[in-house]
């Protein structure tokens, strides 16, 4: 069976603008994501750290495993918005 790659490319593509527009509206209203040196990361902060890696890892591993990462970040934002 193959699979007809320039379809997973525009369904990951897709999935992507999602993710990004739906982690956005969910953190629209939390405080700026900043690091000091005293305090250390606040929640948007780490919450924005994890998400790239998500992202990342959804662009960079095999399409066939972007399945998994997509619905991890599905995961983190449905837990955002409770």
């Known amino acids: 069976m193959s699979y007809d790659t320039s379809i997973l490319d525009k369904d990951v593509a897709k999935s992507l603008s999602y993710l990004e527009n739906a982690f956005d509206k969910v953190t629209r209203n939390m405080p700026r994501a900043v690091r000091t040196n005293k305090d250390g990361p606040n ?40």
Do not use: G, H
């Open 43 to 82: 929640e948007l902060y780490k919450l924005q750290v994890e998400f790239m890696y998500l992202l990342n890892e959804i662009t960079r591993e095999p399409k066939f495993t972007a399945l998994n990462a997509i619905n991890r970040a599905n995961v983190l934002i449905n837990k955002l918005k409770k």
